[in-house]
C-alpha cells in the first residue's frame, strides 16, 4: 500500500510546506498552515477538443453584445451597465449585510424578463429560501433553485438546465470529491472557482459568486481568487443601520470608481435615487462643528456632511479619532491648521465623523474637514446653506478639484445658497449658475468666508 503524503497549507496565502510551522513565511499569519492530503498528479490529461490555433489581433472579430439588466439601476451602474456575458462576478461583504437577498431580488427581476436564473446555495436549504423569497415576495417559473454543494452534481444541473444566469451563495461551500481537503480549504476554494470560471467562458454564462470575508473584511480564502474572477464587488454598511453601499474594487469590463447605494428595508434592499438628499435629512443647523462637502463617487457627486468636536484633553497626549476618513489626512490638516492658523490645537482631543456611513478618499474634502474642525475648535456654526469643496496643500494654499461644475450643479438641486471653491476652478464654470460662487486661495480666506475670520 502506497504511503499517505501530506503537506501543509496556508489557508490565507495558499503557500504549502512539507511540515507544519507556527507562522506562514509567505504572507506572516500565524496558525494558519491545515494539514492536507497530497493530491496524485500522476494522471495524463489529454485534451478532448480540437486544438485551437493563435490569431493576430486583427483577426479576432469582437461584437457589441448586450448587456443583461439586473433590475436595479444602482447595481447596473457599479457593473458598469450590466451584466456581461461569461462575466464571473464575486460578492463579498460582512455576515447579514444583504448579498444574498441582493442577490435573490436580481434573480427576481432577471426571471420576470425571461431569463432562466440557477440559484446554487450551499448555505440555507430550499425551504429557508422559499421563506425568505415570500418575505421579498420573489416569484417566477424561471427561477430554479437548489441546495447542492457537489460540484460533479451541480455540472450534471447545469448541463441539463441550461441557465442563462448562474448564482453561487456561498463559495467557500463548495467542493469537488477529487479533493481530500475539507469544503472552504484553499485547494476547495481554487479549484470550486477554476470550475465555474470554466462553465462561465465555454458557456457563456454570467455568475455571481458569494464570498466570505475575514474579520478585517478581506475576501476569505486565497488571494488568487480575486484575481480569477472579472468583477469584485463589496457590499458595505453596518448591520445596524439601514443603508448599504456596493463598491467594485476590480471591474474589466467598468468602473471601479462607482458605488450603488441601497436602504435595507423589511421587504428588501431598495434603492437610494437621491443619496445627497439621504445623506443630509436630518441634519442640525446653526451648530458648530458641521460642514457640508461634495464627494464625487465615480461619475456621480454626493453632498457629505462632516462633523467634527474638539474638547481639551485630560491627559498630556490628545486624542485624534477619525470615521469614514483617513486618520493620517486629519492629523495633517490639523497640522497645517496649527501652523498656518495658529489655532492650539495640541491641547485638544478632536473627533471626526463622516455621517451616513460613507468613506471619502479624495482630496476635495480637505476645506470641509478643516472648516468643522476650526469651527468646532472656534464654537461658530456655519452657514447651513454653504458648501466648502477643495484641497488643500500643507502651504496654507487651495489647490483645484475636477469636475467642479457638476460638484456645483447638485448643491444648487438642493437649494443651497453658497459654494466656496478654490479659485483657479472660477475659469472653468461655463453655466450661467443660481448659486452663489466664491473663489478662494488660501485657508485665511476660506476662514473668513465661513467664519467671519
Given at each position: ?82 451584466i ?39 448555505e ?62 484553499v485547494?476547495?476554494v ?14 457563456s ?18 488571494r ?103 486618520y ?53 456654526p ?10 488643500l ?50 485657508i ?10
Open positions: 500500500m502506497p504511503k499517505i503524503k501530506t503537506k501543509f497549507i496556508c489557508q490565507e496565502c495558499g503557500y504549502e510546506s512539507p511540515k507544519w510551522m507556527g507562522k506562514c513565511p509567505e504572507c506572516g499569519v500565524w496558525n494558519s498552515l491545515v494539514e492536507e492530503l497530497e493530491q496524485n498528479n500522476d494522471k495524463t490529461y489529454i485534451a478532448t477538443t480540437n486544438m485551437i490555433m493563435p490569431l493576430t489581433v486583427d483577426e479576432i472579430e469582437v461584437t457589441e453584445e448586450e448587456r443583461l439588466k439586473t433590475g436595479s439601476d444602482e447595481l447596473d451602474r457599479v457593473l458598469g451597465g450590466g456581461v456575458r461569461g462575466s464571473l462576478i464575486l460578492v463579498g461583504g460582512d455576515p447579514g449585510i444583504g448579498k444574498s437577498t441582493l442577490l435573490l431580488q436580481v434573480s427576481k427581476n432577471l426571471s420576470l424578463n425571461g431569463y432562466k436564473v440557477f440559484y446554487i446555495s450551499g440555507e436549504s430550499e425551504k429557508q429560501i422559499k421563506i425568505r423569497a415570500q418575505r421579498l415576495k420573489v416569484k417566477g417559473s424561471n427561477l430554479y433553485i437548489v441546495s447542492e454543494t457537489n460540484l460533479d452534481i451541480l455540472e450534471k444541473h447545469i448541463q441539463n438546465l441550461k441557465p442563462d444566469i448562474i448564482i453561487v451563495d456561498s463559495i467557500q461551500t463548495m467542493f469537488k470529491m477529487e479533493l481530500q481537503s475539507a469544503p472552504g480549504s485547494s476547495q481554487r479549484e470550486s472557482t477554476l470550475t465555474f470560471m470554466r462553465i462561465a467562458k465555454g458557456l454564462i454570467p455568475i455571481f459568486i458569494v464570498g466570505h470575508v475575514t474579520k478585517e473584511g478581506a475576501i476569505a480564502g486565497p488568487v481568487l480575486e484575481h480569477m474572477v472579472d468583477t469584485v464587488l463589496y457590499f458595505e454598511g453596518e448591520r445596524h443601520h439601514t443603508y448599504r453601499v456596493i463598491r467594485a474594487v476590480k471591474n474589466r469590463f467598468g468602473s471601479t470608481n462607482e458605488i450603488g447605494i441601497f436602504e435595507m428595508k423589511g421587504d428588501g434592499l431598495k434603492e437610494v435615487l437621491n443619496p445627497s438628499e439621504v445623506m443630509l435629512s436630518g441634519r442640525p443647523e446653526d451648530v458648530p462643528g458641521s460642514a457640508v462637502v461634495c464627494s464625487l463617487e465615480g461619475t456621480r457627486p454626493v453632498l457629505v456632511e462632516i462633523q467634527a468636536l474638539t474638547s481639551a484633553t485630560a491627559f498630556g497626549m490628545p486624542r485624534r479619532m477619525a470615521t469614514g476618513i483617513d493620517n489626512r486629519v492629523v495633517l490638516l490639523m497640522a497645517v491648521l496649527e501652523k498656518r492658523v495658529g489655532m492650539q490645537l495640541q491641547t485638544f482631543d478632536a473627533y471626526i465623523n463622516v455621517v451616513g456611513g460613507l468613506k471619502l478618499d479624495e482630496p476635495a474634502c480637505d476645506l470641509g474637514i478643516v472648516c468643522a474642525i476650526a469651527s468646532s475648535f472656534r464654537n461658530i456655519i452657514n447651513s446653506k454653504t458648501v466648502v469643496i477643495g484641497e496643500g500643507l502651504t496654507g494654499e487651495v489647490r483645484g478639484v475636477n469636475f467642479i461644475e457638476k460638484r456645483i450643479l447638485e448643491a444648487q438641486k438642493l437649494g443651497f445658497e453658497r459654494c466656496i471653491i478654490p479659485y483657479e476652478n472660477i475659469k472653468a464654470i461655463e453655466d450661467k449658475l443660481d448659486i452663489n460662487v466664491i473663489g478662494v486661495k488660501n485665511y480666506e476660506v476662514l473668513e468666508e465661513v467664519l467671519g475670520g
